[in-house]
């Protein structure tokens, strides 16, 4: 394909991208991007590419959803950009009768940018409100799971008093940011409880690390013998577990450091394994020690991930 021909097809995908084209199939077969006619077979690539932006811009600017969103519209930015579109379609026409093909493709390339400048500005209603509806479902699953995770943390670690009750508080306050985001929406103000719902999931996050943060080593409560012990440590380990993939793509961790948090995630599973092992055979003093080594390990992936969390003492060099 020509140089020519691959900026026809990205200026096609960068207008279905920003809604501003109809899908291909329901277009005429001349409007198609890579649809040689019999008229076109052999003839200039050039010319041809030429042509079939010709058609499009002029299917656009006349036939569009998006300019016809625009002309609606009282946005006169965009009003004014779809004329400016307008106006470079008319040059690129001339330039194109003129024999200039270079200049008449780059008249219609800018036509094209400024199509979809303007139909950003005025978006689809439809499309933006599915947007914000499943921004809302997917707000909502993270800030479940997150606090499915605090009542695990909050009963299987000791946490200090003080910490305790401002955990118990933000707690609160989330719930009463969901209740207020849901009668957002039953008001029909799906954007709104978005920013509700948004500014909730910042305060989970906050939690979950101060929680974190406080925690109390394991090893300074009291056990009835050393297999509960173990088995603490254990449920534990397998609480920071379950949080990492959440972590990993909530707080929108980059690949090298998922790729890193994941190894240190098979790490500890194979230390917890041994540990596991030890235990088994009735050897609980090296059983805890392996096991500290592998929740230790996990938390420094959920430090990769984002979250400030302390590393065990007792795992400490």
């Known amino acids: 394909m ?36 019999g008229a076109e077979v052999g003839a200039n690539p050039l010319s041809v590419t030429l042509e079939r932006k010709l058609r499009l811009v002029k299917l656009q600017l006349a ?28 040059k690129a026409q001339a330039e194109a009768h003129a024999g200039r093909p270079e200049t008449a493709l780059q008249l219609l390339d800018e036509s094209l940018r400024q199509i979809v400048s303007a139909s950003s500005l005025v978006p689809d209603v439809a499309q933006q409100t599915a947007q914000e509806r499943s921004r809302n479902t997917d707000l909502r699953e993270a800030i479940h799971t997150f606090q499915t995770l605090h009542k695990n943390l909050s ?22 940011m969901v209740d207020k985001a849901d009668a957002l929406v039953a008001s029909g103000n799906q954007y709104e409880a978005n920013v509700v719902l948004n500014a909730a999931y910042k305060i989970v996050v906050s939690t979950l690390n ?31 577990e379950e949080l990492i993939p959440i972590a990993l793509v909530q707080l929108n961790s980059t690949r090298e450091s998922a790729t890193l948090a994941e190894r240190y995630v098979q790490q500890s599973r194979d230390l917890r394994a041994a540990a596991q092992k030890q235990a088994s055979g ?36």
């Open 282 to 317: 009735g050897d609980h003093p090296a059983a805890m020690k392996t096991l500290q080594l592998a929740t230790n390990h996990l938390q420094r992936s959920l430090r990769i991930a984002g979250l400030v969390v302390p590393q065990s003492p007792e795992s400490m060099p």
């Open 63 to 90: 036939q569009s959803p998006a300019a016809q969103r625009i002309r609606q519209s009282n946005n006169t930015q965009a009003k004014r950009k779809l004329a400016d579109a307008q106006a470079h379609y008319a």
């Open 155 to 176: 009963s299987r670690m000791a946490t200090r008093k003080g910490q305790a009750a401002t955990v118990a508080a933000e707690i609160g306050q989330i719930d009463a």
């Open 2 to 37: 020509k140089k020519g021909s691959h900026r026809a097809t990205f200026a096609w995908a960068v207008l279905l991208l920003a809604g501003a084209a109809p899908a291909a199939d329901h277009l005429p077969a001349a409007a198609k991007p890579d649809a040689p006619s």
């Open 210 to 240: 101060k929680m974190l943060a406080a925690e109390t080593i394991v090893y300074g409560l009291k056990f009835d013998s050393p297999t509960d012990e173990f088995r603490h440590e254990l449920a534990r380990n397998r609480s920071y």
